[in-house]
């Protein structure tokens, strides 16, 4: 039973596209992410949202939006796909709280290829 | 600002051989410390962590890790290795007693294990 899940794997689409990223996860955790993973395969957190806040890393562009239907589910849409957005994006999750010291469980990733 | 440095960005080594991947980190606090591994084509995977106690801390697969405070290192240890270790590792370091969300990753070791 997989802990993160994100569904596409891969997904391959044109420049100027709007696409979305689903992610999921089973282990009760309050606080999710979203890393982004270059082609040198520098990882980066992109946003970490729970119940109560969404951390948005000001690097990100804003045609990047998480959304969060419920704290099991942090779901990336991307609007006007660029090149440069091409990466494979991570999904992670972890349970927070005051005095836990926390690890991240990853999901298996969604490489995105623009073309 | 917190950072992770890895410096050995490809490693070859024969199966068998003795491995070491060097971290350091620079931060002026108490810190959490990780290794990770990405397999080719799959997510992250922990295979260690450090929060607190003996320096000397042990993993998965025969992957170990001491935590130097006076040098601000982790490095990571195998005395040998296989073929099926053939991935990516990541360091990564976030202040103790943090969100996970926190967390700082090296850029990544590329180990490669010629049969």
């Known amino acids: 039973d997989t802990a993160v899940s994100q569904t596409p794997k891969y997904l391959v689409t044109q420049m100027g596209n709007d696409k979305s990223i689903k992610c999921e996860q089973n282990?009760?955790?309050?606080?999710m992410y979203w890393y982004k993973q270059d082609s040198k395969k520098f990882l980066k957190i992109m946003f970490s949202?729970?119940?109560?806040?969404?951390?948005i890393n000001e690097t990100v562009p804003n045609r990047f939006s998480p959304k969060s239907p419920d704290k099991a589910h942090l779901n990336l849409h991307i609007n006007s796909l660029e090149l440069g957005d091409s990466a494979v994006y991570f999904c992670?999750?972890?349970?927070?709280?005051?005095?836990?010291?926390?690890?991240?469980?990853f999901g298996q990733g969604t490489r995105l290829t623009v073309v | 600002a917190q950072s992770v440095s890895q410096h050995n960005h490809h490693v070859i080594l024969s199966e068998a051989a003795s491995l070491e991947l060097g971290c350091n980190y620079s931060?002026?606090?108490?810190?959490?410390l990780f290794w990770y591994v990405q397999y080719p084509g799959q997510h992250l995977q922990l295979l260690l962590k450090?929060?607190?106690?003996?320096?000397l801390v042990k993993g998965i697969k025969g992957f170990e890790a001491e935590f130097i405070k006076s040098k601000f290192s982790f490095n990571l240890r195998k005395p040998s290795v296989q073929w099926s270790d053939t991935a990516e590792y990541f360091c990564?370091?976030?202040?103790?007693?943090?969100?996970?969300?926190?967390?700082?990753f090296g850029s990544g070791t590329r180990l490669s294990i010629r049969p």
């Open positions: 992670a999750s972890s349970q927070e709280g005051t005095g836990y010291d926390t690890e991240a469980f």
């Open positions: 282990l009760g955790h309050d606080t």
């Open positions: 949202y729970n119940n109560k806040e969404l951390i």
């Open positions: 931060y002026g606090g108490t810190v959490n």
């Open positions: 450090y929060f607190s106690g003996d320096p």
């Open positions: 990564a370091v976030t202040p103790s007693y943090s969100s996970a969300s926190k967390i700082i």
